[in-house]
């Protein structure tokens, strides 16, 4: 029996928490700082993700076994790193990446340069900074239209740009390189358009062997049709119909074995998830960047569909013994609609008070972005519930989930009614 600490506070965590609940193999269940889902599940700690010492403190405070990571930010500012130096936490079992792995996802180059060393198929691109601007330039100048810039650093899912015309590609890049996003765009990646239809593609590694989880689709924009603003996820849907049998043997056999062995071979210790955003060009998987995580709102979906032990894999995954653990998954569809705050990805207001999560029958409601206030559950963040539900099909999973998303009420609320619409 374990005592186990997730690491973050949104939709991915709840959904996380909802599984290992689950686990015979669970004691206790603490997540920091959590929300107002994830404390009916276990016990949320008022303690920051990239708090550092009061983590520490929590951990030898709540006798936690193991730690799992939620999100990319501590990763990236090296929380595995902490602790596998640190004299009285190290015999705690931590799933996910040490700092530089995490660089898979922390930067965009990093991740390029990687693909480039170990063959694996993605999209022609260049790094560009303020010193080498000009050959920026006439890199663009060889691409056909739509343009690609991404800032290289973590910009929470919004520094990536799809531009139609040469002369905004350049403006653009300009606009980056000088301060558009803070810190992340000091190094711009200009990518070749990739044409195709997109899926989500996670395994779970030890650093040597990996188990390959469900697949998910997850829909970026705010608009329906995939117009407008791109947001963190406005719903997602798994599995995916036209990542079949020979698109995944491909996917193993392309892009996530020889990731998992360059990481190898380039000594990265590497434990935890690889999330793979794939693009289908004509059902040639391509590589558009890499997560160090689960992906969210796909996690919502995915985590439905994994009936084996949760915990099983994460000690698994922790310890190296991955190749000796199984998993098993759910047949059925399971579908996400998130619902978000009115304004959103824009400016939107917190605390609206959120009522109706007590009709809610046959889906469950994963928090993403709420709190407790006097008493009642309120909006805290800019995508606030995830209504996840299971079909015998796509078409029965969605009339569930939207049935559900039409009962929970608060100022403002707004949630994509297409999904599935491309599928």
Same mark, same amino acid.
């Given at each position: 029996?374990?005592?186990?600490?997730? !690491?973050?506070?949104?939709?991915?965590?709840?959904?996380?928490?909802?599984?290992?609940?689950?686990?015979?193999?669970?004691? $206790?269940?603490?997540?920091?700082?959590?929300?107002?889902?994830?404390?009916?599940?276990?016990?949320?700690?008022?303690?920051?993700?990239?708090?550092?010492?009061?983590?520490?403190?929590?951990?030898?405070?709540? $006798?936690?076994?193991?730690?799992?990571? +939620?999100?990319?930010?501590?990763?990236?500012?090296?929380?595995?790193?902490?602790?596998?130096?640190?004299?009285?936490?190290?015999?705690?079992?931590?799933?996910?990446?040490?700092?530089?792995?995490?660089?898979?996802?922390?930067?965009?180059?990093?991740?390029?340069?990687?693909?480039?060393?170990?063959?694996?198929?993605?999209?022609?691109?260049?790094?560009?900074?303020?010193?080498?601007?000009?050959?920026?330039?006439?890199?663009?100048?060889?691409?056909?239209?739509?343009?690609?810039?991404?800032?290289?650093?973590?910009?929470?899912?919004?520094?990536?740009?799809?531009?139609?015309?040469?002369?905004?590609?350049?403006?653009?890049?300009?606009?980056? =390189?000088?301060?558009?996003?803070g810190a992340a765009s000091?190094?711009?990646?200009?990518?070749?358009?990739?044409?195709?239809?997109?899926?989500? !593609?996670?395994?779970?590694?030890?650093?040597?062997?990996?188990?390959? =989880?469900p697949v998910a689709k997850?829909?970026?924009?705010?608009?329906?049709?995939?117009?407008?603003?791109?947001?963190?996820?406005?719903?997602?849907?798994?599995?995916?119909?036209?990542?079949?049998?020979?698109? /995944?043997?491909?996917?193993?056999?392309?892009?996530?074995?020889? %990731? !998992?062995?360059?990481?190898?071979?380039?000594?990265?210790?590497?434990?935890?998830?690889?999330?793979f955003g794939l693009i289908?060009?004509?059902?040639?998987?391509? !590589?558009?960047?890499?997560?160090?995580? /689960?992906?969210?709102?796909?996690?919502?979906?995915?985590?439905?569909?994994?009936?084996?032990?949760?915990?099983?894999?994460?000690? +698994?995954?922790?310890?190296? %013994?991955?190749?000796?653990?199984?998993?098993?998954?759910?047949?059925?569809?399971?579908?996400?609609?998130?619902?978000?705050?009115?304004?959103?990805?824009?400016?939107?207001?917190?605390?609206?008070?959120?009522?109706? =999560?007590?009709?809610?029958?046959?889906?469950?409601?994963?928090?993403?972005?709420?709190?407790?206030?006097?008493?009642?559950?309120?909006?805290?963040?800019?995508?606030?519930?995830?209504?996840?539900?299971?079909?015998?099909?796509?078409?029965?999973?969605?009339?569930?989930?939207?049935?559900?998303?039409?009962?929970?009420?608060?100022?403002?609320?707004?949630?994509?009614?297409?999904?599935?619409?491309?599928?």
């Open positions: 029996m374990m005592n186990i600490l997730i !690491v973050g506070s949104g939709g991915r965590e709840h959904a996380m928490a909802w599984k290992i609940k689950q686990s015979p193999k669970l004691k $206790q269940l603490f997540i920091a700082p959590g929300n107002a889902g994830t404390s009916l599940l276990g016990t949320n700690l008022p303690v920051g993700v990239t708090d550092f010492e009061g983590l520490k403190k929590a951990v030898l405070d709540n $006798q936690i076994d193991l730690v799992l990571v +939620g999100p990319e930010v501590p990763l990236c500012a090296g929380l595995h790193d902490f602790f596998s130096t640190d004299e009285s936490l190290k015999n705690v079992l931590v799933v996910g990446p040490h700092q530089l792995g995490a660089q898979l996802e922390g930067s965009k180059d990093f991740a390029k340069e990687f693909m480039m060393r170990h063959q694996i198929p993605t999209a022609k691109y260049l790094a560009v900074t303020s010193e080498n601007l000009e050959e920026g330039l006439s890199f663009l100048k060889t691409l056909n239209s739509p343009y690609v810039l991404k800032a290289d650093g973590l910009a929470a899912g919004k520094g990536v740009l799809i531009l139609s015309e040469p002369e905004e590609a350049e403006q653009s890049l300009k606009e980056m =390189l000088g301060g558009q996003f000091s190094k711009v990646v200009i990518e070749e358009f990739l044409s195709g239809i997109e899926c989500s !593609v996670f395994a779970i590694t030890d650093g040597k062997d990996y188990k390959i =989880l997850d829909y970026k924009r705010i608009g329906e049709g995939d117009t407008g603003l791109n947001t963190g996820g406005m719903g997602a849907i798994s599995p995916v119909p036209f990542a079949g049998e020979v698109f /995944m043997q491909k996917v193993e056999d392309r892009i996530i074995r020889p %990731t !998992v062995e360059g990481l190898q071979k380039d000594a990265i210790l590497y434990n935890g998830f690889i999330f289908s060009c004509a059902g040639e998987p391509m !590589v558009i960047e890499y997560n160090v995580r /689960m992906g969210d709102p796909e996690t919502e979906a995915v985590m439905l569909r994994i009936k084996s032990d949760f915990v099983d894999l994460l000690v +698994g995954a922790a310890e190296g %013994t991955l190749a000796q653990k199984s998993i098993e998954i759910d047949h059925r569809t399971a579908v996400t609609v998130m619902l978000v705050s009115g304004g959103y990805p824009g400016d939107y207001e917190k605390g609206k008070v959120i009522s109706g =999560l007590d009709k809610v029958e046959d889906s469950i409601a994963f928090h993403a972005g709420t709190s407790f206030k006097n008493g009642n559950v309120c909006t805290d963040g800019g995508r606030v519930i995830a209504v996840s539900s299971y079909g015998e099909n796509m078409k029965e999973a969605l009339a569930c989930s939207y049935k559900n998303a039409g009962r929970i009420e608060f100022e403002g609320i707004y949630y994509r009614k297409d999904l599935g619409f491309d599928l």
